[in-house]
């Protein structure tokens, strides 16, 4: 999608190792967020930023952590990866909390 | 606790016909609503979205209908083509609280030629 990438697109992990998703956005909006899309539960917020170094918690929070030190990027950090957190992650954007501008989303499993 | 119920999870029309997606919330705080249209391995793309000030909203095909006293809204597709075949997502958000969106479901749109 323009205006947002998502890096990797697809990735497998092991079990207990640390994974980070990079969401970087070229279009200098103040907010950030990280979902999850599993199968029956739509889209769920893990972290979300409303500016540089401005995070908080979603309503998936456990097992995540997320920084950004700068606007463009929003990282979000599977800790210790367990199965649980197999699960396809979509980045969204939006310059005013309106209108999210989704990622074209990464694939993760975890085995 | 799912604030946003959405139904029903898979729908299957025929060509031409009208697809009706309903949501149901519980947040009465909530004041955007907006629908998301999503294609195998895409993310969510805006469809259309309303306000509580209103009761129904048009775009093209499109038509959302609200109503506040119930806490329900749905999507109406009109002429329904194949093209319209994805995952359909309602959401719901409050600018009180960060306009986090919470999204219902989803549901599995296939329009059948």
């Known amino acids: 999608d323009a205006g947002i990438t998502q890096s990797p697109r697809h990735k497998v992990t092991e079990t207990g190792t640390p994974v980070t998703l990079r969401c970087h956005q070229t279009?200098?909006?103040?907010?950030m967020y990280w979902y999850r899309q599993d199968p029956g539960h739509g889209l769920r917020l893990i972290h979300y930023?409303?500016?540089?170094?401005?995070?908080d918690k979603g309503e998936v929070s456990d097992g995540y952590s997320v920084s950004r030190s700068k606007t463009e990027d929003f990282l979000l950090t599977l800790e210790s990866a367990t199965s649980s957190q197999t699960s396809v992650y979509f980045c969204?954007?939006?310059?005013?909390?309106?209108?999210?501008?989704f990622g074209s989303g990464t694939r993760l499993t975890v085995v | 606790q799912q604030q946003v119920k959405q139904s029903p999870q898979s729908l299957i029309v025929q060509k031409g016909g009208i697809s009706i997606i309903n949501c149901a919330y519980e947040?009465?705080?909530?004041?955007?609503f907006p629908w998301y249209q999503q294609f195998p391995g895409k993310g969510p793309a805006l469809l259309i979205a309303?306000?509580?000030?209103?009761s129904e909203k048009k775009e093209g095909r499109f038509t959302i209908s609200f109503n506040k006293s119930a806490k329900q809204f749905s999507l109406h597709i009109m002429d329904s083509q194949p093209g319209d075949s994805a995952t359909y997502f309602c959401?719901?958000?409050?600018?009180?609280?960060?306009?986090?969106?919470?999204f219902g479901g989803g549901t599995r749109l296939m329009v059948k030629p």
């Open positions: 959401a719901a958000s409050r600018r009180d609280a960060g306009n986090m969106l919470t």
């Open positions: 930023s409303y500016g540089v170094k401005d995070t």
């Open positions: 969204a954007i939006s310059r005013t909390g309106d209108g999210y501008t």
């Open positions: 947040n009465t705080a909530f004041d955007y």
């Open positions: 279009e200098n909006h103040r907010y």
């Open positions: 309303i306000r509580p000030d209103v």
